[in-house]
């Protein structure tokens, strides 16, 4: 059971453009919402996160989208550069319940930035 | 400063053995965390501490495996009884869970590999 989808496996942009990756949510339970960057052969580098009380949270380039009734959440990079090539990771928890350190990851977004 | 550390960074063991994989934390975060990474998949949550207890074990697969924190820093995730299914690579990460932020920071991890 994938309570936490990333449906494109792969994402292609140019440099200077928008990225935008998706991500969609099944467990209601779930209330604080983070994305991570991951380069070859290292560990998920933290990115932003948001929690279920706001709907969009900025930092820099990134910026996340949060639709509760949608049970869906977006990540924005604006400009996209090449160095942000990389897969990005959703993931989800219950912040709420007493397992608030139980992270459920998507199964990625590979995204490459063509110069 | 330091960031999450983990050791060895490649293992290889036949199956059967018995293997330790050692995970230090940055100095002061009190939660520490033990996911799986499988190839093309998100990590996979096992198991998580606060202080020395184990406050979530839900996600470990079965009872070869088995984490331990005795003073409240440095982990030791020990599976034994090694099969080929357990490849992967193990992540580390460890919070501060503090005044509502609920980030995680990983570690480089470590490719077990069983042949």
């Known amino acids: 059971d994938q309570q936490v989808k990333q449906n494109s496996p792969s994402l292609s942009v140019q440099e200077g453009r928008i990225s935008i990756l998706n991500c969609d949510y099944t467990?209601?339970?779930?209330?604080?919402f983070l994305w991570y960057k991951k380069y070859p052969a290292e560990g998920p580098t933290f990115l932003i996160s948001?929690?279920?009380?706001?709907d969009k949270n900025e930092d820099g380039r990134f910026t996340v989208f949060l639709n509760k009734s949608a049970k869906h959440l977006s990540l924005h990079i604006v400009p996209s550069q090449p160095g942000d090539s990389a897969v990005y990771f959703c993931?989800?928890?219950?912040?709420?319940?007493?397992?608030?350190?139980?992270?459920?990851f998507g199964q990625g977004t590979i995204l490459t930035v063509h110069p | 400063g330091a960031g999450v550390s983990q050791t060895p960074s490649n293992k290889v063991t036949e199956k059967g053995k018995y293997v330790e994989l050692r995970c230090d934390p940055i100095?002061?975060?009190?939660?520490l965390y033990w996911y799986r990474q499988s190839l093309g998949q998100g990590p996979e949550f096992l198991i998580y501490?606060?202080?020395?207890?184990?406050?979530?074990d839900s996600g470990l697969p079965n009872d070869r495996f088995f984490a331990v924190r005795p003073e409240g820093s440095v982990s030791t995730l020990k599976i034994q009884r090694t099969e080929r299914g357990d490849s992967a690579v193990y992540l580390c990460?460890?919070?501060?869970?503090?005044?509502?932020?609920?980030?995680?920071?990983f570690g480089p991890g470590t490719r077990l590999t069983v042949t």
């Open positions: 100095s002061g975060h009190t939660a």
């Open positions: 501490f606060q202080g020395t207890g184990a406050a979530d």
């Open positions: 990460a460890s919070s501060l869970t503090a005044g509502g932020r609920y980030e995680q920071y």
């Open positions: 467990n209601s339970m779930f209330d604080y």
């Open positions: 948001i929690s279920s009380i706001k």
């Open positions: 993931a989800a928890l219950n912040a709420g319940g007493t397992s608030y350190g139980k992270l459920t």
